[in-house]
């Protein structure tokens, strides 16, 4: 099947294009996001307007940031939109949304049908702003929620898991099947809502410290993690927070992961203990 769609625009596969033309499931999604008219909403890849235009409806101004020149430009002369939305045409990966904020004197609301290929490298680059953000849903393939939401002890748990949760409360709302979109994907999508916790309940000192524990710790699964993180911990170390050093990395908790984190010292070369 090719890839026009019912508005003229081919969908580019590059960007990850499946545009979603399901009435039903706009509702739903609407519902569930609540606009309100003074509220400062910010749409991640607008696409052809499915879900922008029943949002701009209920709201005062909207920013979008779409990286596709041509949906940019027709958003521009939308006769409906126009004047309603601010276009930032570039790549959602560079947008600083702590500045968009700012102007706006708010926290923002982000939304948005992201593309499989980037959702979770997106992912991570909305965590680094999330004091500026007050809620976000997003439709993403149907596998990705499964991890965001995993717990341990699951398949499905892993550092994407760990890092969402450390930031943000994590909830599905809605799950949407492949024929709600043009062009069809062949996987199913969800709708999740993620909230930024107002204090984080278990901090740490140094948030690339915790990235690159889950990130060796997940790198290789299926050893225990005094094989996978030995060269970072001490069995001593283990010992001391009361983590079992024979468990492996979808084991641990976001606690004790966050707990790691605070008792490692960069300038110590631990080697792997054999004891």
């Not at 958003?75 to 930032?88: G, N, Q, S, W, Y």
């Not at 965001?148 to 450390?166: D, E, F, H, I, W």
């Not at 809605?174 to 984080?200: G, M, N, W, Y």
Request: with cysteine.
């Amino acid at each position: 099947m090719n890839n026009r769609v019912h508005q003229g625009h081919f969908a580019r596969k590059r960007f990850g294009q499946n545009f979603l033309n399901d009435d039903f499931v706009i509702e739903n999604i609407v519902a569930a996001i609540a606009p309100k008219k003074t509220q400062a909403l910010v749409e991640i890849g607008p696409g052809l307007a499915a879900l922008t235009l029943p949002v701009a409806r209920r709201v005062d101004q909207m920013t979008v940031v779409e990286i596709d020149r041509d949906l940019a430009a027709r958003l521009a002369v939308h006769p409906e939109l126009k004047d309603k939305i601010r276009i930032i045409q570039q790549d959602a990966m560079t947008v600083d949304f702590a500045q968009i904020a700012q102007e706006r004197q708010q926290p923002l609301r982000i939304f948005g049908n992201l593309p499989y290929n980037i959702s979770t490298p997106l992912m991570f680059h909305l965590f680094e702003f999330t004091t500026s953000v007050a809620d976000m849903h997003f439709m993403l393939q149907k596998e990705v929620v499964n991890r965001l939401v995993a717990g341990p002890n699951s398949k499905t748990y892993g550092r994407l898991s760990v890092m969402a949760q450390y930031y943000c409360q994590i909830i599905p709302v809605l799950e949407v099947p492949p024929t709600a979109f043009t062009p069809a994907p062949k996987v199913d999508s969800a709708v999740v809502r993620l909230t930024p916790h107002q204090t984080i309940p278990h901090p740490v000192k140094d948030i690339k410290v915790l990235g690159q524990i889950t990130t060796q710790a997940f790198n290789q699964r299926r050893k225990t993690i005094r094989n996978s993180l030995g060269q970072l911990f001490t069995l001593a170390q283990f010992e001391q927070i009361g983590i079992d050093a024979n468990l492996r990395a979808e084991n641990l908790s976001v606690e004790q992961y966050c707990a790691l984190a605070n008792i490692y010292q960069p300038q110590q070369t631990n080697t792997p203990s054999q004891a």
